[in-house]
């Protein structure tokens, strides 16, 4: 089987990729986590079976979620301000209707084991392992970004994209 997660990439990209740094940066991160290309999250980590690969392709790309609107609210965190394993941008776009087309076709492939989709983010940085815990300092570091910045630039969708992994 090989492990796949559905996501759209973004217009400013560089602008994103400057933001994330800045960001990661001054909550000194490189000892707890790891830069990502920033992204949105269609579909979390699902197993998929390896001669599937071509039709989740074609499935996602056929999306028509390339051009629209992504609105960036707020800076957060994911679980929690105590456990911050991901530290995103809160956006508001509409992927539902996307999503579930998504879903459905994945469905009809087989795939039964797609996990409850979060809420639209797009995905900055995460923690390098969730069994070290992230310094009271550094929390407060994230804590002071949070309440400190107050405007992020909107874009679009770019592009979406299917991940594969093989499972070992």
Known sequence: MARAY???????????????????????SPRY???KTPHITIIPAFSVDPEYKDRVEELVHSSSLPGTSVRCENLAVWKNINVPRVVMLD?????????????????????????????????????YSTDIETPRQTRKKIQEEIYGRHTFPDTRVLDTFVDFKEEN
């Not at 973004?10 to 909550?27: A, F, H, P, T």
């Open 6 to 28: 559905i996501g759209a990439s973004l217009e400013d990209d560089l602008r994103l990729r400057g933001l994330r740094d800045e960001i990661y940066n001054s909550i000194d």
């Open 33 to 35: 986590y790891k830069k």
């Open 91 to 127: 956006v508001d776009v509409n992927i539902e209707d996307e999503r579930h087309i998504m879903m459905s076709g994945l469905r009809e492939i087989g795939v039964d084991n797609i996990p409850d989709p979060v809420s639209p983010h797009i995905t900055l940085f995460k923690k």
